[in-house]
């Protein structure tokens, strides 16, 4: 299979990577692609492309100095994954670890494994970020800008496509409210995204703010070390216990061949998720009895579940917290960590006061208040001259912007894995790259012209981190190809079977020098 497509990729217009002198010293490099983002998903597309469209070059741009994107950036005790490594790994790398959650140092390295392994870390250029990009239909590419190093230097590169693998955090800082007082506290107040080796909290009171993924990973890790650790919410979170290992998939590792053994437990951790979070939708009362009938057990009747653990929120209306073996409700049981359910009134010199008249006391205090979204990294992006608004463009197939020619963003599932949407992406991307070879086209773009497609938000999530920054987002179609179904069964009917000419995405810009295309095509043209 790989042969043939070689031998295809043969007969194809390949773009060529070009590299010429500007003025002065720099230069300027042409690739086919642009990947944006060293992290799990421009591993990802990377592979993909150099599988699916052998032939093509391609470059990856981070910013960072390192590879890894959110697992290398965030260091804070305990970070882990939220979904089962089954599922958040690569569809064509097995997971091998006995741990199904993983903590980040793991993770980090199956992502560089990867890399190395396909020779994907050779395209790597580190310290790169990129700032903007301009695409001119007149020559079908894209102008990249980016700052080289910490003298920001400025480079450029020209390529046919871009494909933004960045996610949609801010890594420059996370979100942190204006507490009141905060500048009296005298001991030290750090936000999780800006964890640093130096932070000691052996034998020291902690309050973690807040009641997410990150305060109920932090809370069990930290209260190994401190004196006691405090988990301070404004609400409730759903949280459900797992354990760490899934049993079924070592059997499945032991006794089948590695490759049979992780799709048979990828597909049943995707059916299992699918069927959960339809029940939560369709039946949210009964999914809810079933949560906190498992906080119950693991906390005991005479522990305030209603209060602590109860939201006024249907389940998956905001993503659950994974927490494995139970590892917090354990913390809690043994007396290491509590769980306190109230408002800030002010901090103070040695802790926080709160609404209700209590007092924390604490050496440190953890804002785990969440994260800010950026869309595209921050990147400004122009067509022809003009600068896109994506808060004024719809998401087609959750990947491409109406308007927006020959660029794609890999963003994954709110209610289950990261990377099954994001593996979908890239195949989809491959097939459109392909397809526009084949067809003689050298620009691909999305054009909403159908006045029946009602506008919808972004996500349909009430989370506190989506809500700030849902006004800047593009925005989601009533029907599709612009309606973001959250399910992993029909995006592969959509990405991996579905037409690529579906009379939405618009081909133009012929290649230039080519002696023939289809009939269809040229016919298409000539209307």
């Known amino acids: 299979m790989r042969r043939e497509r070689l031998e295809n990729s043969a007969k194809r217009p390949v773009w060529p990577y070009v590299k010429q002198e500007l003025s002065g010293s720099m230069t300027l490099e042409h690739f086919d692609m642009v990947i944006v983002g060293a992290g799990l998903s421009g591993v990802g597309a990377a592979y993909h492309l150099q599988q699916n469209c052998p032939g093509k070059s391609y470059v990856i741009l981070e910013g960072r100095e390192s590879m890894g994107g959110t697992w290398d950036l965030f260091r804070y005790p305990g970070i882990r994954s939220d979904s089962d490594m089954y599922t958040l790994g690569y569809s064509f790398k097995p997971w091998t670890e006995a741990k199904a959650i993983a903590d980040g140092p793991n993770i980090l390295s199956y992502v560089k494994e990867t890399a190395r392994e396909n020779g994907i870390d050779r395209h790597i250029r580190f310290g790169h970020f990129v700032k903007s990009a301009s695409w001119s239909t007149e020559d079908a590419v894209w102008t990249v800008e980016a700052q080289r190093g910490p003298e920001k230097e400025a480079v450029r590169f020209t390529c046919n496509f871009i494909f933004m693998c960045s996610g949609y955090y801010d890594y420059d800082a996370g979100y942190t409210p204006d507490f009141a007082g905060a500048e009296r506290f005298k001991g030290r107040i750090v936000h999780p995204q800006k964890w640093t080796e130096d932070i000691d909290y052996a034998g020291k009171r902690v309050v973690v703010i807040g009641s997410g993924a990150t305060a109920v990973t932090l809370v069990p890790e930290m209260a190994k070390k401190a004196a006691h650790v405090t988990m301070l919410q404004r609400s409730p979170t759903y949280v459900v216990s797992r354990p760490a290992e899934d049993g079924i998939a070592n059997w499945l590792r032991r006794n089948l061949p590695a490759k049979l053994a992780y799709g048979i437990t990828r597909w049943k951790n995707v059916l299992l998720g699918m069927v959960f979070f339809n029940m939560c939708r369709r039946n949210p009362e009964r999914a809810k009895k079933m949560i906190l009938s498992g906080v119950r057990e693991q906390?005991?009747?005479?522990?305030?579940?209603?209060?602590?653990?109860?939201?006024?929120?249907?389940?998956?209306?905001?993503?659950?917290?994974?927490?494995?073996?139970?590892?917090?409700?354990?913390?809690?049981?043994?007396?290491?960590?509590?769980v306190v359910t109230d408002h800030i009134d002010s901090f103070t010199e040695t802790g926080i006061r709160l609404k209700s008249g209590q007092e924390l006391e604490a050496d440190i205090i953890v804002t785990a208040t969440g994260l800010n979204l950026k869309v595209l990294g921050g990147l400004e992006v122009t067509v022809d001259g003009e600068k896109i608004e994506f808060s004024k463009t719809m998401n087609y197939k959750g990947m491409m912007y109406s308007g927006v020619p020959n660029l794609a963003s890999a963003f994954g599932y709110t209610n289950a894995s990261w990377t099954l949407k994001c593996d979908l992406t890239c195949?989809?991307?491959?097939?459109?790259?392909?397809?526009?070879?084949?067809?003689?086209?050298?620009?691909?773009?999305?054009?909403?012209?159908?006045?029946?497609?009602r506008e919808e938000p972004w996500l349909d999530f009430s989370s506190g981190y989506v809500?700030?920054?849902?006004?800047?987002?593009?925005?989601?179609?009533?029907?599709?190809?612009?309606?973001?179904?959250?399910?992993?069964?029909?995006?592969?009917?959509?990405?991996?079977?579905?037409?690529i000419e579906d009379g939405v995405m618009e081909f133009s810009n012929p290649a230039k020098g080519r002696n023939s295309m289809p009939d269809r095509e040229a016919e298409r043209l000539a209307s």
């Open 299 to 338: 906390l005991g009747p005479d522990f305030d579940i209603k209060k602590h653990f109860t939201p006024s929120y249907n389940p998956w209306d905001q993503r659950l917290c994974l927490v494995p073996n139970g590892d917090l409700f354990e913390s809690i049981k043994k007396g290491e960590a509590s």
């Open 427 to 453: 195949e989809y991307v491959c097939r459109l790259i392909n397809h526009m070879d084949e067809i003689g086209m050298r620009q691909a773009t999305p054009v909403q012209n159908d006045p029946t497609v």
């Open 467 to 499: 809500q700030r920054s849902l006004d800047k987002f593009p925005k989601q179609g009533s029907k599709k190809p612009w309606k973001l179904y959250q399910n992993y069964a029909l995006d592969i009917v959509s990405l991996r079977l579905g037409k």
